[in-house]
Nanobody
């Protein structure tokens, strides 16, 4: 059974940092690109970042470039998102998601985690 479990969310002040983690199980983690997607209150899903299965390539939404860093530890089956210089508009539920195609980067997801809440507020 595929499981994706996010952690690391919380309340942080503007300008602060958080690191999210996503523990994966039930599939060959290092065969799949992984992504972070977020949903702000009252809004739709917004793609944040993607990392290839071998961690060679990373991709970011424009508003996250230079502030967020996606990474993965394939030995630990864990995906990360380091978020710096957080803004109030980063407040959202953050989900990790698994690509549906092995050894590709298609940004089509077949499994999602339950999400972790990030609140940026003073």
């Amino acid at each position: 059974e595929v499981q994706l479990v996010e952690s690391g969310g919380g309340l942080v002040q503007p300008g602060g940092s958080l690191r999210l983690s996503c523990a994966a199980s039930g599939f060959t983690f290092d065969d799949y690109a992984m992504s972070w997607v977020r949903q702000a209150p009252g809004k739709g899903l917004e793609w944040v970042s993607t990392i290839s299965w071998n961690a060679i390539s990373t991709y970011y939404a424009e508003s996250m470039k230079g502030r967020f860093t996606i990474s993965r530890d394939n030995a630990k089956n864990t995906l990360y998102l380091q978020m710096n210089s957080l803004k109030s508009e980063d407040t959202a539920v953050y989900y990790c998601a698994k690509d549906s195609v092995p050894r590709g980067v298609v940004a089509e997801y077949d499994y999602w985690g339950q999400g972790t809440q990030v609140t940026v507020s003073s």
